[in-house]
């Protein structure tokens, strides 16, 4: 199974600041194809998790601009350029290239 | 819009098993592009996935290795809904279950998990 890690797994972040999160694979998510199959969620509280960023840096429809995804292979980032209230949740990157689908731990993030 | 609508008892006595249903409305359980999908979330495990099925010229089923001798995903094509009956379970099986589509675009594009029932709190408790 491809494991996924994160780092780091909690963070707070003053409104208006930026802020990043790491997730590793333990096999490159990157096949011959050219896409990355890493997917990062945000699941914010009581909610479900929704998609924020497909295919390691494509904003899903209707995710604010201030949310970016990067990195391949084994390596990849989320980064926040601003963050708002309406932010606070745990972030979630998750591989879909091959079953068992597998997630990360997860990163909480609240606001100071 | 697509939506999932999830139904199933909230409670399941150990040993018995477990049975959830997810009604689709917005799109077809026969999609050439989707993946019907359950994945369950414990304090303890996090996000699991559990299995999947989906339709291309026929059906397909995958399921992960730590359920696979218990777990049986169907759909049911008059109903457009799809199903999970994981079976013996143990308190070990608590957990959040949702139903979830992933979608693949044209040429192995990936969008990922982009729609998610609303999660069905199942406890196994006597």
């Known amino acids: 199974d491809i494991v996924m890690t994160q780092s780091p797994l909690s963070l707070s972040v003053t409104p208006g600041e930026p802020a990043s999160i790491s997730c590793r694979s333990s096999?490159?998510?990157?096949?011959?194809?050219?896409?990355?199959?890493l997917i990062w969620y945000l699941q914010k509280p009581g909610k479900s998790p929704q998609v924020l960023i497909h295919?390691?840096?494509n904003r899903a429809s209707g995710v604010p601009d201030r949310f970016s995804g990067s990195g391949s292979g084994t390596d990849f980032t989320l980064k926040i350029s601003r963050v708002e209230a309406e932010d606070v949740g745990i972030y979630y990157c998750?591989?879909?290239?091959?079953?068992?689908?597998?997630f990360g731990p997860g990163t909480k993030v609240d606001i100071k | 819009q697509v939506q999932l609508h999830q139904s199933g008892p909230g409670q399941v006595e150990p040993s018995q098993s477990l049975s959830l249903t997810c009604a689709i409305s917005?799109?077809?359980?026969?999609?050439?592009?989707?993946?019907w999908n359950w994945i369950r979330q414990s304090p303890s495990r996090g996000l699991e996935w559990l299995g999947r099925?989906?339709?291309?010229?026929?059906?397909?089923?995958d399921y992960a290795v730590s359920v696979k001798s218990r777990a049986t995903i169907n759909a049911d094509t008059s109903k457009n809904q799809f199903s999970l009956q994981l079976n013996s379970v143990t308190p070990e099986d608590t957990a959040v279950y949702y139903c979830?589509?992933?979608?693949?675009?044209?040429?192995?594009?990936?969008?990922?998990?982009?729609?998610w029932g609303r999660g069905t709190t199942v406890t196994v408790s006597s």
């Open positions: 917005g799109d077809s359980v026969l999609s050439n592009s989707a993946a």
């Open positions: 979830v589509r992933d979608e693949r675009g044209a040429a192995d594009y990936y969008y990922g998990m982009d729609v």
């Open positions: 096999q490159s998510l990157l096949p011959s194809n050219g896409y990355n199959y």
């Open positions: 295919l390691g840096s």
């Open positions: 099925t989906y339709y291309r010229s026929r059906w397909f089923n």
């Open positions: 998750m591989q879909g290239l091959e079953t068992p689908l597998t």
